[in-house]
């Protein structure tokens, strides 16, 4: 990306188109960093209205727009996380990332051809699927740019630790304290076409009350985890078993007989919706290793439903 120069009388500045042209990248950055949907739209709002707060000299002395837009998206999470944690001890219930339908393009690399990817880096594909993205949670707020920022989004050590305030070493230790996590929690890959055989048996289970077939597709220690926010009906805290969360279940289906549930892409792996009269109510994404279900995440939270309501 080149250097902004001045428009000219009656004419539009030829650096806007590129400065938009950063939003998508930037949504795909912040919700990675933050988990949610609405505080990453928040952030790209934010930092757009610095930009434009700049004089025309200011933007003169920027080089590249892409990577001052960058910084700032990555600073602004970087504050928002350091008081996340505040946030969710207010919070009703377990908190749970907001989950993604299909229909958004969530996949997208860094521009202007970035570096070969380390062996042990993330896919960009799978740094979006919810797993992935609880387990960004237990991390320290350092850890979780400096991780999000070099593995998933190709920037250098040297890029990271001028937009996280640290040096280049201690970036490189956060990021490896990261990976070290996301390691020691991922079980062996299920083949996808694999996983939504397993979501659609769950759901044919699930819709007949089945108990005995739910139990034959859960862990013995899976757990079941519902976001409400406070808003609306759930557990309020996590469901361990595979027969209680089987129950549990067909429970929920016996007192809403009118529940439709439909097969769907959920944070780019097979999931589940549930809708009444039409609404999507409740978001479900699993965790499968092998061929049983590990981890059920329940979405029931309207404000974090939103970007289902329309299909």
């Known amino acids: 990306m080149t250097t902004r120069s001045g428009p000219g009388p009656g ?4 650096g806007f188109r590129a400065i938009v042209s950063e939003r998508r990248r930037l949504i795909n950055l912040a919700y990675r960093l933050l988990g949610s949907l609405a505080d990453a739209e928040d952030v790209v709002q934010e930092t757009y209205a610095r930009w434009y707060a700049l004089s ?24 928002l996380l350091g008081s996340a944690r505040a946030r969710r001890e207010r919070y009703v219930g377990e908190w749970i990332p907001e989950p993604l339908p299909e229909r958004r393009e969530w996949i997208t ?44 989004f190709r920037y250098s050590f040297t890029e990271v630790a001028e937009i996280v305030g640290r040096t280049p070493a201690a970036c490189r230790q956060l990021a490896s304290s990261a990976r070290r ?31 005995a077939a739910l139990v034959g597709l859960l862990d013995p220690n899976v757990t079941a985890v519902g976001d409400s926010g406070g808003l609306v009906s759930a ?11 089987a129950r549990v279940l067909v429970d929920v289906v016996g007192r809403a007989p009118q529940l439709a549930i439909l097969e769907r892409t959920v944070n780019g792996q097979p ?19 092998g061929d049983r279900i590990t981890q059920i995440w329940a979405v029931r ?8 309501t329309t299909g």
């Open 181 to 211: 996590r996301i390691r020691a929690s991922k079980a062996p890959a299920t083949p996808a076409a694999r996983q939504a055989e397993i979501v659609r048996n769950f759901k044919q289970a699930w819709e007949a009350k089945d108990i």
């Open 11 to 14: 004419r539009p500045d030829p």
């Open 56 to 79: 025309p000299q200011q933007h003169d002395a920027i080089e590249t727009p892409g990577a001052w837009l960058t910084t700032v998206a990555s600073r602004i999470c970087l504050d």
């Open 271 to 289: 999931g589940l919706v549930a809708q009444l009269d039409g609404v999507t109510v409740t978001v479900i994404a699993f965790d499968i290793a």
């Open 109 to 152: 690399g860094r521009p202007e051809g970035a570096a070969a990817d380390p062996a042990d880096r993330v896919t960009l594909d799978e740094s979006i699927n919810m797993a992935f993205l609880v387990v960004l949670e237990s991390m320290t707020p350092a850890e979780r740019v400096a991780f999000i920022l070099h593995d998933v």
């Open 301 to 308: 939270n309207p404000e974090k439903l939103r970007p289902w």
């Open 235 to 245: 557990e309020l805290r996590p469901i361990e078993g595979g027969e209680q969360v």
